[in-house]
């Protein structure tokens, strides 16, 4: 059985966002919280004047760097969480390649994200897009900053639900569910939906048509939270079918979240994983940590 979070470290405030924001989860979860370092060596340097090529030394500042932050990590998690079982380990894979192989073996993967911040670090940008584009297990996505919301211990866990889109293994409603459950915070439920095009004729012809549709579309959302909420009786669940861009509606909502959770289809196509629009936005706009959950 897979027990463990895991949390990508870099030392950047992105990752160490992530190791704190980790750290709450594990002890919220109950289980270890893994520390992955991905400490890729480059296997040769270049002088490039002469055009000659050295070896790397086997030791250096950067060497003792890499060999010192998940210890001094590990120190102050345990200090400033008593009873947290922590764990850290150093691996010479590139970034993506070292937090996929690490997810494998975790109920939930935590990363530093950049988002619009500016500034670097190799959790950042394309690497966390191409690890939540491509992992099995769910990946939470946190930033650093005052305003990313990491610090943040209530707020709603707020649920981008698309109905169009089938999980069948209920592992996107089932998360937010669990999520909302474990920080005993009500759970709000947003799913977007657009009615069809004016016939031509004038607003007022739309108006029974649309209203019928938006009772369809909520009735439809109640089917499906239905099972949870008899799952999850001590959950407050406050349902929104939304008509409008259901990642613009997800942002507004995530603002005085504590978490914002969305599915990823688990599909391959033949340009590889992808994210999808609505996630992609969200990851983008929502200071909140987002949890990307892939599902079938």
Known sequence: MLRNVTV???????????????????????????????WHRQPHTYAALAGTVLPSPGKGPHRDWAERLPRETSARLTERHPGLRVSAEQSTERPVTALLAASRDADLLVLGSRGRSGVTGFLAGSVALSVVARSERPVVLVLAGEDAGTDRLTGDVVLGLDLGLEDSDGAVIGFAFQAASRRAANLRVVHGWKPPSSSGYGAAFDIEPNAELGAQVRRK??????????????VEVNEQALIGTAGSHLVNASRNAALVVVGRHNRRTRTGSHIGPVTQAVLQHVVAPVAVIPHS
């Open 8 to 38: 990508g470290l870099d030392g950047s405030p992105e990752s160490l966002a992530a190791v704190d924001w980790a750290a709450r989860e594990a002890q919220l979860r109950d289980t270890p919280l893994r520390l992955v370092h991905a």
């Open 221 to 234: 959302l109640g089917d499906a939270l239905r099972p949870w909420r008899t799952k999850f009786p001590g």
